[in-house]
């Protein structure tokens, strides 16, 4: 008996995704290496903390392919491509990524709802939220990085930049969770 809840092109769709996690999750490794070699090791600690952040997403698409009855394929992970340049080009690739990441969600979520596959939807409704906080962080990194003199952006600027992305939280501010007692 066929137990299998997902069809065949959300199972594959599913199955890319989870990939795709795995990908950011080198891409943010490789920056993080990057920037510890350069001698940020606050933008690198920012960065690995990342890529854990993006491998606990892949295993969330693994588990809700296997709790809805199919089939995981594991492939290999695309490389993560050239290192960056500066730090200001480390930043504006990651915004490009998440950018990236959130054009894939969206078609998931539009494939889900072309098939009435409700629980799919529901279960990306996760990620349409996570993506919104993926991004505001991406954009806190280019104002960040801005402030700092962008792509001239000095040493001393860039020591401050580093200092302050060591303590900086895991989970961006949202819009959306201002209260007027917590604006
Ligand atoms: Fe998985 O959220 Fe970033 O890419």
Redesign the pocket.
């Known amino acids: 008996m066929d137990t299998n809840r997902l069809s065949a092109t959300l199972e594959k769709a599913l199955n890319a995704q989870m990939t795709n996690?795995a990908h950011?999750a080198q891409i943010y490794l490789a920056y993080a290496s990057w920037a510890s070699e350069k001698g940020y090791d606050g933008i690198a600690n920012f960065l690995f903390r990342h890529a854990n952040?993006?491998r606990t997403?892949m295993m969330k698409f693994l588990e809700y392919i296997l709790k809805r009855g199919g089939k995981v394929t594991v492939t290999a992970i695309p490389g993560p491509g050239d290192n960056p340049k500066s730090v200001n080009d480390c930043f504006e690739k990651v915004y490009t990524?998440?950018v990236e990441?959130t054009r894939r969600i969206y078609a998931l979520v539009d494939a889900s709802m072309a098939e009435k596959d409700w629980a799919t939807y529901n279960f990306m409704q996760w990620f349409v939220n996570?993506?919104i906080e993926?991004e505001t962080l991406a954009m806190d990194l280019l104002s960040k990085i801005k402030v700092a003199g962008g792509a001239d952006a000095k040493d001393t600027a860039l020591y401050a930049l580093d200092a302050d992305l060591g303590k900086k939280p895991d989970d961006a501010q949202l819009a959306q969770d201002a209260t007027v007692e917590n604006p």
């Open positions: 996690e950011n952040e993006e997403h990524s998440e990441n996570e993506q993926e």
